[in-house]
T-cell receptor, first 109, second 118 residues
Framework: GENVEQHPSTLSVQEGDSAVIKCTYS??????FPWYKQELGKGPQLIID?????GEKKDQRIAVTLNKTAKHFSLHITETQPEDSAVYFC????????FGSGTKLNVKP | EAEVAQSPRYKITEKSQAVAFWCDPI?????LYWYRQILGQGPELLVQ????????DSQLPKDRFSAERLKGVDSTLKIQPAELGDSAMYLC????????????????FGQGTRLTVV
């Protein structure tokens, strides 16, 4: 089955700085890669996704890049704000979703 | 905005007791997922439904867990008997449809049920 690895496990940045979270996947057949934000005690919230026929996608302050050859994809958050603090999960999908282990992002005011 | 509804939000039960969770997906979503999330880890799929049919339950501990989606709409996940190791967040998600190739659509999660087995 698919194996998704996510790094780093924790990330602390100053407000206004950028944050980058990276994931790798093992199954080259995976073709859909969503990112979720999870706040304490709540369910994961879809924030952005990318499909295998696209290399990059941007939505305001967040962007995702995909390198199919290397089998890795990344989440980029620019101009971070304290409300960006949460746990972020990447996932890879082909038929079902496989999640990374999560990155706890702390944005310091 | 349409949401995936789950109940209860919190459940405390004694080991060896039975417990059930309910999920109502977003209207029109054919695919429904049940995930288990242990604290500090990513969600792991327990069972996936397409309409009323199970399409993947390979990770469901069938000796104690069962899931149904009788009319292809809402779903129930049951644990009997509960064990201490079942303490986790149980998440339900839904998508318009699931499949390979270009048929994938986004999956949306509910707020989850936090289960504590004592």
């Amino acid at each position: 089955g698919e194996n998704v690895e996510q790094h780093p496990s924790t990330l602390s940045v100053q407000e206004g700085d950028s944050a980058v979270i990276k994931c790798t996947y093992s199954d080259s057949a995976s073709n859909y890669f969503p990112w979720y934000k999870q706040e304490l005690g709540k369910g994961p919230q879809l924030i952005i996704d990318i499909r295998s026929n696209v290399g990059e996608k941007k939505d305001q302050r967040i962007a995702v890049t995909l390198n199919k050859t290397a089998k890795h994809f990344s989440l980029h958050i620019t101009e971070t704000q304290p409300e960006d603090s949460a746990v972020y999960f990447c996932a890879a999908s082909l038929g079902k979703f496989y999640f990374g282990s999560g990155t706890k992002l702390n944005v310091k005011p | 905005e349409a949401e995936v509804a789950q109940s209860p939000r919190y459940k405390i039960t004694e080991k060896s007791q039975a417990v059930a969770f309910w999920c109502d997906p977003i209207s029109g979503h054919a695919t429904l997922y049940w995930y288990r999330q242990i604290l500090g880890q990513g969600p792991e799929l327990l069972v996936q439904f397409q309409d009323e049919s199970v399409v993947d339950d390979s990770q469901l501990p069938k000796d104690r867990f069962s899931a149904e989606r009788l009319k292809g709409v809402d779903s129930t996940l049951k644990i009997q008997p509960a064990e201490l190791g079942d303490s986790a967040m149980y998440l339900c998600a839904s998508s318009l449809r699931g499949g390979g190739g270009s048929q994938w659509t986004e999956a949306f999660f509910g707020q989850g049920t936090r289960l504590t087995v004592v």
